[in-house]
């Protein structure tokens, strides 16, 4: 389990652009629950991937779920624009499809009709993915 000083080491180097295009009406949503430091530094990389792309959608919205808020990896979003969003869950739950219950929570923050569901670990190839998926849905 990663402690509190060895995951703000982790934070991404990302600059804000200005002017970087705004895709209306679209959020990006992730879900990510568990304490393995692998998965953890995958998201990290493809967040930090993300993050850089240009365009950008109306919301991106993560979604955290660890067994207490200690556990929690990435509260640090929240500085980079992202709606975070922690829950806590029990014992009982452990070994759910926790995935799909946290995309949802995601998907009632956003005003967004056009929303896209992202494993958290996946890095696109090219910067203006974005703009494929948005065409997508016309």
């Given at each position: 389990m990663l402690k509190n000083e060895q995951i703000n080491s982790l934070h991404i180097a990302y600059e804000k652009h200005d002017n970087c295009k705004i895709l209306e009406n679209i959020a990006i949503i992730y879900g990510f629950f568990g304490t393995d430091i692998f998965r953890i530094l995958a998201t990290t990389r493809a967040l930090s991937i993300m993050l850089k792309s240009d365009p950008k959608p109306q919301d991106i919205v993560f979604v955290e779920a660890q067994r207490n808020k200690d556990n929690a990896a990435f509260a640090w979003l929240e500085n980079?624009?992202?709606?975070?969003?922690?829950?806590?869950?029990t014992e009982e739950s452990e070994g759910l499809l926790l995935k799909t219950a946290l995309w949802n929570i995601g998907a009632a923050s956003t005003n967004a009709e056009k929303l896209?569901?992202?494993d958290s670990d996946i890095v696109f190839c090219n910067q203006d993915w974005l703009e494929s998926v948005y065409s997508a849905f016309d």
């Open positions: 980079y624009g992202v709606k975070y969003i922690f829950k806590e869950y896209c569901f992202i």
